[in-house]
Structure formats: structure tokens, C-alpha cells
């Protein structure tokens, strides 16, 4: 991160989806006569002669930052990081907020919620 200044972590976002978001900016790209003619679109390959300052210019317009699928992907949870967060950190939560209770209840809390999974009673209605 330090190096780079983003993470990947490979796998994360659906394939589909990141396709989707860099064709939508490849296609973009297109229209503007930025990419070398004859290339395959989802090369990307950028003419020898473009303005590589104009280029930079145009991923930063407001209309290619709002495309549909690069907000799908920018904005969306990935399903893998919302797996993460339901099977480890809510039920860490869980696991905290019982170990918390036990003093307060005088036994251990989890007797008190034995039937219930208070990770799936988390969300508002």
C-alpha cells in the first residue's frame, strides 16, 4: 500500500464486474479518439501520439467517474468481503458483547441467549 498506494487483492470483486467498469472507460476512451485504431478495444492500447495529460484529464471527467458499472464496482460490497465481515467480525462482536454481559448478568450470558444467534439479530428492521 505504502508502495503503490492501493491494495489488490486478486479475487476480490467479481470478474464480470470489474470487465464491465474497464470497458465502459475503454469505450469511453474510444469515443474521445484516444485509443490506436485497429486495436482490440479491451487492450487498450493508447495511440503513440495521444496527449497522455488529455488522458488523464478524461478519466477524471465527472460523466466517466459516474458509469454505471464503475460505480457497481467502486461503490458495491464485494460478496467475498461481506462474507468476511458476517462469519468473522460479527461474530467476534457477538462473541465480545456476551463476554462483557456475563458480570452484568451473573452467569454466563450465553444461557440467556442459548436459542437465539444475536449475529443474525444485528440488523434494523
Known amino acids: 500500500m505504502a508502495d503503490d498506494g ?19 472507460i475503454l469505450e469511453d476512451l474510444e469515443r474521445r479518439s484516444f485509443l490506436k485504431p485497429g486495436a482490440q478495444l479491451m487492450d487498450g492500447v493508447v495511440k503513440p501520439d495521444s496527449d497522455h495529460v488529455a488522458i488523464n484529464s478524461a478519466m477524471s471527467n465527472r460523466h466517466l467517474i459516474r458509469l454505471p458499472a464503475l460505480l457497481n464496482l467502486v461503490e458495491g460490497v464485494p460478496q467475498a468481503l461481506q462474507q468476511v465481515f458476517e462469519e468473522i467480525i460479527l461474530r467476534r462482536i457477538s462473541g465480545n458483547l456476551m463476554l462483557f454481559l456475563d458480570p452484568i448478568l451473573g452467569a454466563p450470558a450465553s444461557e440467556f441467549f442459548a436459542a437465539r444467534d444475536i449475529s443474525q439479530e444485528n440488523t434494523a428492521p
Request: glycine letters at 10%.
Open 6 to 24: 492501493y491494495l489488490l487483492i486478486r479475487g476480490m470483486q467479481e470478474r464480470e464486474q470489474v470487465l464491465a467498469a474497464r470497458r465502459g
